[in-house]
């Protein structure tokens, strides 16, 4: 089961900052957060994950409150090509020792012209 | 370019029929996934292999049948499907699935049709 809690659904004008909020209370020490989303009928598209620190890079930023319940991706400048549907994935190891990813339900964010 | 080769894109198949989806990559990745995406549903994970061995299987029926013949080469081979089987089948590779720090990739996914 996933352990996260997204909003099901989000506008944005674009050229606006996205925040897409994220809420993982049951989140563990060793466990990343990871951000996929995935434009219609399209596999997933990998954005950014982290552990704890704030993190950057070329598609988005990460902020993970400092107790690591929960955490907001953000898209600096949406554009058109940004509506998709957004995942908030905590990575967890199962029993056996492997890390898939499991998904919940997401958020289908909307950017507006 | 996407690390994660899926042939075909589109399959209609029929009740009867045999058909084997095909995932491909050349990453040197240890960790291989197949999942199913219903319409409007997140994705949901079927098979997991690990170092070309079956690590888990999310209680698949057995008219789905993973394969890993090689460290490049992911295999579902698909028998006597139902209509209820039409989804989208998506293959995603890791470095190893021992690790929490590593993303995943995946591919552009098979759109299957059981009719």
């Known amino acids: 089961d996933a352990k996260t809690t997204q909003p099901p659904s989000m506008d944005c004008a674009e050229g606006r900052a996205a925040n897409l909020p994220c809420n993982h209370s049951?989140?563990?020490?060793?466990?990343?957060v990871y951000w996929y989303r995935q434009i219609h009928s399209q596999g997933p598209q990998y954005i950014i994950h982290g552990l704890k620190n704030n993190e950057t890079n070329e598609m988005a930023s990460l902020i993970i409150t400092e107790d690591r319940k929960s955490s907001t991706l953000i898209l600096p400048h949406a554009t058109l090509r940004d509506t998709a549907v957004y995942y908030c994935i905590v990575r967890v190891a199962t029993s056996s020792g492997n890390t898939p990813l499991v998904f919940g339900k997401g958020t289908r964010l909307s950017v507006i012209a | 370019d996407t690390e994660v080769t899926q042939t075909p894109k589109h399959l209609v198949m029929g009740m009867t029929n045999k058909k084997s989806l095909k995932c491909e990559q050349h990453m040197g990745h240890r960790a291989m996934y197949w999942y199913k995406q219903k319409a409007k549903k997140p994705p949901e994970l079927m098979f997991v292999y690990s170092y070309e061995k079956l690590s888990i299987n999310e209680s698949v029926p057995s008219r789905f049948s993973p394969e890993c013949p090689n460290s490049s080469l992911l295999n579902l081979h698909l028998h006597a499907l139902q209509p209820e089987d039409s989804a989208l089948y998506l293959c995603?590779?890791?470095?190893?699935?021992?690790?929490?720090?590593?993303?995943?990739?995946f591919g552009q996914g098979t759109r299957l049709t059981v009719v």
């Open positions: 049951t989140i563990s020490g060793n466990e990343y």
């Open positions: 995603a590779i890791s470095p190893g699935t021992q690790t929490l720090n590593t993303e995943a990739f």
